[in-house]
């Protein structure tokens, strides 16, 4: 069984920075890409960052970038999002998702979010 | 970067009833468009891929159409379990991009 299991949220102040982690199991992970996708509050759904399966290739947001950070450890099963400079509007659930290919495509398992809150 | 319009923002429908969601991209998209289904307090899911592919286990009723940049999701008999919000989602270009959502609530 497919699972991604999601860290490290919590509450941070303006400026300051959070390491999120995404622990996947049920398949072989290095031969999958990993994205983090968020949700603010009563809001839809903005992708933010996407790393391939070798983790050659990565790519963010344009309201991310130079920001964020993604990276994985494939002797691990896990990704990572660091996160600095975080602003109020980084506030969100933070989704990891599993890609259906070793490039950054579709999402086909997701994990149930670990929430950021960014506020002084 | 390429931003998808859904409409529309809300549908009210019944059970059994046909339901048609249309997602327009800003540029063409190729066929790289997909859907997903959100319901509250629970991730997304992969409904359709590639416009018209369907996601591992999700039933025929669900189909997708369209090419370039309008896209059309349509459920042809609403089960109770299908009322949710649903997103479209491109991967044609960088950044990847979400429509805005489409909320489909029962009548």
């Known amino acids: 069984e497919v699972q991604v299991l999601e860290s490290g949220g919590g509450l941070v102040q303006p400026g300051g920075s959070l390491r999120l982690s995404c622990a996947a199991s049920?398949?072989?992970?290095?031969?999958?890409?990993m994205t983090w996708v968020r949700q603010a509050p009563g809001r839809g759904l903005e992708w933010v960052s996407g790393?391939?399966?070798?983790?050659?290739?990565?790519y963010y947001a344009d309201s991310v970038k130079g920001r964020f950070t993604i990276s994985r450890d494939n002797s691990k099963n896990t990704v990572y999002l660091q996160m600095n400079s975080l602003r109020v509007e980084d506030t969100a659930v933070y989704y990891c998702a599993k890609d259906s290919w070793s490039s950054v495509t579709y999402f086909d398992y997701w994990g149930q979010g670990t929430l950021v809150t960014v506020s002084s | 970067e390429i931003v998808l319009t859904q409409s529309p923002a809300t549908l009210s429908l019944s059970p059994g009833d046909r339901a048609t969601l249309s997602c327009r991209a800003s540029?063409?998209?190729?066929?790289?468009l997909a859907w997903y289904q959100q319901k509250p307090g629970q991730a997304p899911r992969l409904l359709i891929y590639?416009?018209?592919n369907r996601a591992t286990d999700i039933p025929a009723r669900f189909s997708g159409s369209g090419s370039g940049t309008d896209f059309t999701l349509t459920i042809s008999s609403l089960a109770p379990e299908d009322f949710a919000v649903y997103y479209c989602?491109?991967?044609?270009?960088?950044?990847?991009?979400f429509g805005q959502g489409t909320r489909l609530e029962i009548k």
């Open positions: 790393i391939t399966a070798s983790g050659g290739g990565t």
């Open positions: 540029q063409s998209v190729s066929s790289y």
């Open positions: 049920g398949f072989t992970f290095s031969m999958h890409a």
């Open positions: 590639d416009v018209s």
């Open positions: 989602h491109q991967r044609s270009d960088w950044p990847m991009t």
